[in-house]
């Protein structure tokens, strides 16, 4: 697995959760030099950008998710994290993590992901 998400669950609305993905068979150079980013997939849905954080630590979010989430890596662990707070019921869905470019492409097969779920 290139890329292990972790941290989801269940949880009601207006609870927290924090996400961690590690790219664990990369080497420290290949993550640092990427832009990253989280995304998500709802049932039925599209895979989704949420945020994302640059190699210099910009970050950028969806609308959706402004002043709830939070995106930060730590290149010497080649972990990027999303700190999601005051959750609701339509942020439900599989979250991943990979490399972020503009154009759409990817440094790392997709991993398996980790649940969010939401109750209201």
């Known amino acids: 697995v290139q890329l292990q998400a972790s941290g989801g669950g269940l949880v009601q609305a207006g609870g927290s959760l924090r996400l961690s993905c590690v790219a664990y068979?990369?080497?420290?150079?290949?993550?640092?030099?990427?832009?990253m980013g989280w995304y998500r997939q709802a049932p039925g849905k599209e895979r989704d950008l949420v945020a994302t954080i640059t190699t210099g630590g910009s970050t950028n979010y969806v609308d959706s998710v402004i002043g709830r989430f939070t995106i930060s890596r730590n290149n010497g662990k080649k972990t990027v994290y999303l700190q999601m707070n005051n959750l609701k019921p339509e942020d439900t869905a599989v979250y991943y993590c990979?490399?972020?470019?503009?154009?759409?492409?990817?440094?790392?097969?997709w991993g398996q992901g980790t649940q969010v779920t939401v109750s209201s």
């Open positions: 068979q990369s080497i420290l150079s290949t993550f640092s030099s990427n832009h």
């Open positions: 990979n490399s972020y470019s503009p154009i759409g492409t990817y440094t790392w097969d």
